[in-house]
């Protein structure tokens, strides 16, 4: 048996492999620099094109661009029309913003328990955590499986919430043959580098709602208006005059930003191929390791994996997650965990939240490690990874 790099065998490979990396190429630098060279760094044609592509890959009828994911869920936190005293049902198993954008406003995020073999938001335990002051529920694609739509959105037509989509991994995928971005009330994107397609920081939101779409808008922009029809003043004094109808932020996307994604998006299809590829070869290799839990799939989910999770059986191995972690990164492969429950954070445990909310989020949590996915690994950098874990797991099972 290989004796593990982290007890002075020799690593897998020689080089450090990340859990995620962006992939940009010449013709996205081209894309970035035609605009530098332009008139317009912000605030000209590339952002609208962006929204035009975003509405045409989503299947919806609006887009707006904005600068990150997180602003992007804050907006549809606004458009919502989220306030002081408000419950917003969310996950706990996600990045903090899910969570954090219900406290931009004033409400309050409440946390269902997740379905222990999608690891997705449990539609039943939404249901139970429904009071007279929930306005919305937050659903994440983790992983970039899409969420249960058709059961979330029954339950909010039901209790006539706000079914806003956090589909920060999930561009790309579609549910029942419908693309992410067109399913939910609001859809939320994020751009960031180790997602699956980047501008460095950026954001997005899809709508069929021409009321949220204008209060989008607004949100993202000071809340300045420059269209006659939403004014107060009317004869105004001058081609000059705007109007700031509401309270907004500068939420803005660069328009070499929107270059860039808008370059990236053209190479979506290939991403997701590759990603699935990926996928395929780590489920075939770790369906046959029974100290590896491989995340389930629903049938309506066609999905582009932004994440690829390994969980650990804790029960099989005598190591625990911490050392299996060290080790693989001995083998230089850098794992990650993705996520402590949002609830467990200092600033969660002091607004009161406690250990013991979300049994499934916390069991699962103990055992997850996010490995190696990106559409630029190459063949050998896929086998590593499952040499890797193989080699660990040998080593390990008790
Ligand atoms: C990345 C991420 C966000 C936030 O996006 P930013 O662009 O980093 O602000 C929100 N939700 C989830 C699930 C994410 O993974």
Redesign the pocket.
């Known amino acids: 048996m290989d004796i593990p790099a982290i007890l002075g065998g020799s690593p897998v490979r020689d080089t450090k492999i990340f859990y995620g990396h962006q992939c940009i190429d010449d013709e996205d630098i081209k894309a970035v620099e035609e605009v530098l060279r332009s008139d317009f760094l912000t605030c000209g044609p590339k952002v609208n094109e962006l929204e035009k592509t975003l509405e045409k890959i989503c299947d919806s009828k609006y887009a707006v661009a904005v600068s990150?994911?997180?602003?992007?869920?804050h907006c549809a936190c606004i458009a919502a029309g989220i306030s002081e005293g408000d419950e917003v049902i969310t996950t706990p198993l996600?990045?903090?913003?899910?969570a954090n954008c219900v406290r931009y406003v004033g409400g309050t995020p409440v946390f269902a328990d997740i379905n222990p073999e999608t690891y997705n938001i449990d539609p039943e335990s939404i249901r139970s955590k429904i009071t007279d002051r929930t306005k919305a529920v937050i659903a994440?694609?983790?992983t970039g499986q899409c969420v249960e739509s058709e059961k979330i959105r029954a339950i909010c037509d039901e209790y006539n919430l706000v079914f806003i989509e956090?589909a920060?991994?999930a561009i790309g995928s579609a549910y029942n043959s419908r693309p992410v971005g067109s399913l939910a009330d609001m859809t939320?994107f994020?751009?960031?580098p180790?997602?699956t397609v980047t501008c460095g920081?950026?954001?997005a939101i899809t709508t069929d709602n021409e009321d949220y779409y204008k209060k989008l808008v607004l949100a993202h922009t000071h809340g300045i208006t420059h269209d006659e029809e939403m004014m107060e003043e009317a004869p105004h004094e001058g081609p000059w005059y705007y109007e700031e109808i509401s309270l907004g932020y500068n939420y803005r996307l660069t328009d070499f930003q929107s270059a860039l994604l808008i370059s990236q998006l053209k190479k979506l299809d290939s991403f997701k191929k590759r990603r699935q590829e990926i996928v395929r070869r780590y489920d075939e290799a770790f369906g046959g390791i029974p100290e590896i839990i491989v995340q389930k799939e629903i049938p309506e989910s066609d999905t582009c994996r932004?994440l690829y999770i390994i969980r650990l059986d804790l029960s099989k191995l005598k190591c625990s997650r911490r050392e299996f972690y060290d080790a693989m990164s001995a083998e230089n492969v850098q794992c990650q965990v993705?996520y402590v429950p949002v609830y467990l954070f200092p600033y969660y445990r002091h607004l009161g939240y406690k250990e013991g909310l979300c049994p499934n989020a916390e069991e699962i949590y103990k055992g997850i490690l996010s490995i190696p996915l990106y559409p630029s690994m190459t063949d050998k950098d896929v086998s590593d990874v499952i040499e890797a874990v193989k080699k660990l797991t040998d080593h390990y099972r008790i």
Do not use: I, P, Q, R
């Not at 990150?68 to 869920?73: D, M």
């Not at 996600?94 to 899910?98: E, K, L, N, P, Y």
């Open positions: 990150n994911g997180t602003a992007a869920l996600t990045f903090a913003a899910s994440v694609d983790f956090d920060a991994h939320t994020s751009f960031h180790v997602k920081e950026g954001g932004h993705h």
